[in-house]
């Protein structure tokens, strides 16, 4: 596509929701750093993200994003265009079937759940991400996981075409879905449990205190640094290496849990990717253990 086609192709996506350029992407993700997205689209529902995809040059990066709540968005930014899933946001309960857009907030659809007594998705009344952002992590605490009670996921592909593809072809493990490349989760079907509904209530309630106790959660930050290691935890890991409480311009490695890393205010990316780099080194040297990250880093440094 020439130059005046592309931009014009990415100007009309105004028509079909919000668009913005070179927008930080610091205030899209959890953590509150990230350098400016060229292009930063939201779609106002489902219908104009089918329309919008084909106005998108093919060979343009896209990032899509849900809450940027696991998300390290380097300082140099997105050369592509973000988008931004929150206006794909319907829900429906038929029976003990859950369709749920990629732009629902987790934790909206878990206190929907709970209304209706229905059990299966208590722990997302904890990760403060959206559906989408849960299928494409396969999220997952206290036992439980999005793979648990999902049946199929609805994608889009860079044409705006969806198919619904079934969980057993989606390979989910821990902290992993193999989506098509470059599809867009727009929508999540879940089968769930009946159970009385101040039980699923006591549950939630239960899993949000134990959050409360044990993560730094009054400072800006991005949940699990790193996967935990077959057999063990980073957080251990990390802290038997000496570096809880370290450091590195404004971000720090947490003093209450050790694979959280925290922005105290003025963090850059930077410092983040260079405790993750220390944290790494340390328990390689320490443990022997290579710890791969949790957190998608994406972007360019400065
Ligand atoms: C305080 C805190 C606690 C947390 N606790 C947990 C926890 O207990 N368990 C857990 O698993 N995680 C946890 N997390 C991490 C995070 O909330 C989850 O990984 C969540 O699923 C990310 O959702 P999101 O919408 O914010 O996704 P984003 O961070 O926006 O995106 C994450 C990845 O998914 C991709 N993506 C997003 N939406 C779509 C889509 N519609 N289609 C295709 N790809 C998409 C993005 O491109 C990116 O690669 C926590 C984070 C925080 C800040």
Not at 51 to 58: D, E, G, V
Not at 180 to 186: K, R, T
Not at 269 to 285: C, G
């Amino acid at each position: 596509m020439i130059a005046g086609a592309r931009r014009q192709g990415l100007e009309a996506l105004a028509m079909l929701g919000k668009v913005l350029r070179d927008e930080p992407m610091a205030r899209h993700t959890t953590l509150g750093v990230g350098g400016p997205a060229d292009w930063f689209f939201q779609p106002r529902d489902r219908d104009a993200l089918a329309r919008a995809m084909p106005l998108i040059p093919a060979d343009m990066p896209r990032l899509p994003l849900g809450r940027g709540s696991n998300l390290l968005v380097l300082d140099g930014g997105f050369r592509g265009v973000v988008i931004d899933m929150a206006g794909l946001n319907v829900t429906r309960l038929t029976g003990n079937e859950l369709y749920a857009e990629a732009g629902a907030r987790m934790s909206r659809v878990a206190s929907l759940c709970a209304a209706q007594g229905l059990s299966g998705l208590e722990f997302l009344a904890t990760v403060p991400g959206n559906i989408g952002g849960g299928v494409a992590m396969n999220a997952g605490a206290f036992g439980q996981e999005i793979a648990d009670c999902l049946q199929r996921v609805e994608v889009m592909d860079g044409e705006g075409r969806c198919m619904a593809l079934e969980r057993s072809s989606l390979a989910m493990g821990y902290r992993c879905t193999r989506l098509p490349e470059g599809a867009l989760v727009v929508a999540a079907c879940f089968r769930l449990q009946a159970m009385d509904a101040a039980k699923v209530r006591q549950r939630m309630r239960a899993m949000r205190e134990q959050r409360g106790k044990r993560q730094p959660l009054s400072w800006p930050n991005c949940g699990s640094v790193f996967k935990n290691p077959p057999g063990d935890y980073a957080a251990r890991l990390i802290e038997a290496a000496g570096l809880k409480g370290m450091r590195i311009g404004g971000a720090r490695i947490s003093e209450r849990h050790a694979n959280f890393i925290v922005n105290e205010g003025d963090a850059t990316a930077a410092d983040v990717l260079a405790l993750i780099e220390r944290a790494r080194e340390a328990v390689w040297r320490q443990a022997g253990v290579r710890l791969e990250t949790e957190v998608r880093i994406v972007g360019e440094k400065r």
